[in-house]
Nanobody, 115 residues
């Protein structure tokens, strides 16, 4: 078992930056992929970005070029840096830890992009 705690959400003005953190209660090195997902009101949860243990990253098209996911295995933390935020980036952002036989989620952090 591992607990994931997201932080860094809040109200952000359009065009502004945001940095989310996901702190794990245990080692994240055992998970082959860590990721960020989001869910907007009335919509399904969608992938934002993932990063594997080898450092390979994957982003949804709408955030490519303005987002960076990173992981610090020594600190058991995953980060999502976003720039040029848009109102459509609004949603609850969830951290995910995926192993070969396990899948863990955090409680989420609300991100609202609005002026």
């Amino acid at each position: 078992q591992v607990q994931l705690v997201e932080s860094g959400g809040g109200l952000v003005q359009p065009g502004g930056p945001l940095r989310l953190s996901c702190a794990a209660s245990g080692s994240i090195a055992r998970f082959y992929a860590m990721g960020w997902y989001r869910q907007a009101p009335g919509k399904q949860r969608e992938l934002v970005a993932t990063i594997t243990n080898s450092g390979s990253t994957n982003y949804r098209d709408s955030v490519k070029g303005r987002s960076t996911i990173s992981r610090d295995n020594a600190k058991n933390t995953v980060y999502l840096q976003m720039y040029s935020l848009k109102p459509e980036d609004t949603g609850i952002y969830y951290c995910n830890a995926r192993g070969y036989t396990s899948d863990f989620w955090g409680q989420g952090t609300q991100v609202t992009v609005s002026s």
